[in-house]
Nanobody, 123 residues
Framework: QVQRLESGRGLVQAGGSLTLSCAAS????????VGWFRQAPGKERDFVAA????????YYVDSVKGRFTISRDNAKNTVYLQMNSLKPEDTAVYYC????????????????WGQGTHVTVSS
């Protein structure tokens, strides 16, 4: 069982930056992949980014490539999502997903969801 705590919520203007954090506990953090999903108002929850256990493999949805960077610090049991050049369409509740599984280069998550952290981007 992995417990997750998302943080970093904020209100930023378009073009701004924000960093989200996911602190995990309950299982050897460095043994699994971690990802971020988001759910915009009135829409389904969608995958955003994932990072493998060692941090040397990352995967992003096309809409955030070149703007978002996922990273991890295994010593701190924390995964980060650095979001730059934010757009109003990035407005959503962001959820940390852990542990994720990596099968053939694709990331999957079948666990529960926490409270998430709110990101609002104004135009």
């Amino acid at each position: 069982q992995v417990q997750r705590l998302e943080s970093g919520r904020g209100l930023v203007q378009a073009g701004g930056s924000l960093t989200l954090s996911c602190a995990a506990s309950g299982r050897a953090f460095s043994s699994y992949a971690v990802g971020w999903f988001r759910q915009a108002p009135g829409k389904e929850r969608d995958f955003v980014a994932a990072i493998n256990w060692s941090g040397d493999n990352t995967y992003y949805v096309d809409s955030v490539k070149g703007r978002f960077t996922i990273s991890r610090d295994n010593a701190k049991n924390t995964v980060y999502l650095q979001m730059n050049s934010l757009k109003p369409e990035d407005t959503a509740v962001y959820y940390c997903a852990a542990p994720m599984t990596n099968v053939g280069g694709r990331y999957y998550y079948h666990g529960s969801w926490g409270q998430g952290t709110h990101v609002t981007v104004s135009s």
